[in-house]
């Protein structure tokens, strides 16, 4: 059974920093890609970064590009987000994914296997 649990989120004032941690159980073989996205109330959710889990290649949505950093950890099973530099406007619910992807990396709908998700808040 694949199985994904967020962790790592919380309050933080502008300028500050997370790292968010999904641990993940089952996954291998019934996925290819690995991703963050976000849902802020009211709005879509929306890829943030999300990587091919065979290769070293992420992707980054422009709003995050150069602030956030995805990362695998093979032996550990789990995926990260460093989140730097945070804004009032990543303010969100981020949930990490799986999926067998054979279409854009930041398309939700690629994706079949979520987390609960986890809470982020950056205050100004």
């Known amino acids: 059974q694949v199985r994904l649990v967020e962790s790592g989120g919380g309050s933080v004032q502008t300028g500050g920093s997370l790292r968010l941690s999904c641990a993940a159980s089952g996954v291998t073989g019934s996925s290819n890609a690995m991703g963050w996205f976000r849902q802020a109330p009211g709005k879509e959710r929306e890829g943030v970064a999300a990587?091919?889990?065979?290769?070293?290649?992420?992707f980054y949505a422009s709003s995050v590009l150069g602030r956030f950093t995805i990362s695998l950890d093979n032996t550990k099973n789990t995926l990260y987000l460093q989140m730097n530099r945070l804004k009032p406007e990543d303010t969100a619910m981020y949930y990490c994914?799986?999926?067998?992807?054979?279409?854009?990396?930041?398309?939700?709908?690629?994706?079949?296997?979520w987390g609960q998700g986890i809470q982020v808040t950056v205050s100004s």
């Open positions: 990587l091919y889990t065979a290769v070293n290649s992420p």
């Open positions: 994914a799986a999926g067998m992807v054979a279409g854009r990396l930041l398309d939700p709908d690629e994706y079949n296997t």
